[in-house]
């Protein structure tokens, strides 16, 4: 697995749009999380599913990538999983509730929604967003 960190150079609208999918990724996350919460119960693929309405329920969720939605949607999944970890191990004092996110600094992208330059210094994104 690849994994590319790189420093950012832009202009200020550009990094208004990556702000913009970065909340989106954030909202999709706390949303999975309340979802969990008000039903008990539920599993990865009901969250999935909850995923895809809510993509039809907010026309600006649509705008990120699918599978930037669902990287989403695993890492509240991931949060959930652990949680109960925890609850089943008894040297465990602080059980560590999931919580929402409110200082997200980061989308996560698997394979696709950006496509790397030719020269590796230029990405794109090609999700829906006002892209400049």
Same mark, same amino acid.
């Given at each position: ?12 609208? =550009? ?10 990724? =954030? ?17 990865? !693929?009901?969250?999935?599913?909850y995923n895809t309405q809510l993509r039809y329920e907010f026309e600006w969720c649509a705008l990120l990538n699918s599978m930037a939605c669902q &990287? ?9 999983? $652990? ?5 089943? @191990?008894? &040297?465990?004092? @602080? ?6 996110? !409110? @200082?997200? $600094? ?27």
């Amino acid at each position: 697995m690849y994994v590319i960190e790189a420093k950012l150079y832009g202009r200020g609208e =550009q990094f208004r749009v990556i702000d913009e999918m970065i909340r989106t990724a =954030q909202f999709v996350r706390n949303k999975m999380l309340r979802y969990w919460m008000d039903n008990r119960g539920v599993g990865k !693929k009901e969250l999935m599913k909850y995923n895809t309405q809510l993509r039809y329920e907010f026309e600006w969720c649509a705008l990120l990538n699918s599978m930037a939605c669902q &990287a989403s949607v695993e890492r509240a999944w991931f949060a959930i999983s $652990r949680f109960y970890a925890n609850c089943r @191990n008894p &040297a465990l004092k @602080n059980k560590g509730y999931p919580k929402f996110k !409110k @200082n997200t $600094r980061s989308v996560e992208y698997k394979t696709s929604g950006w496509k790397l330059s030719e020269d590796r210094r230029r990405i794109t994104f090609s999700d829906k967003f006002i892209s400049v």
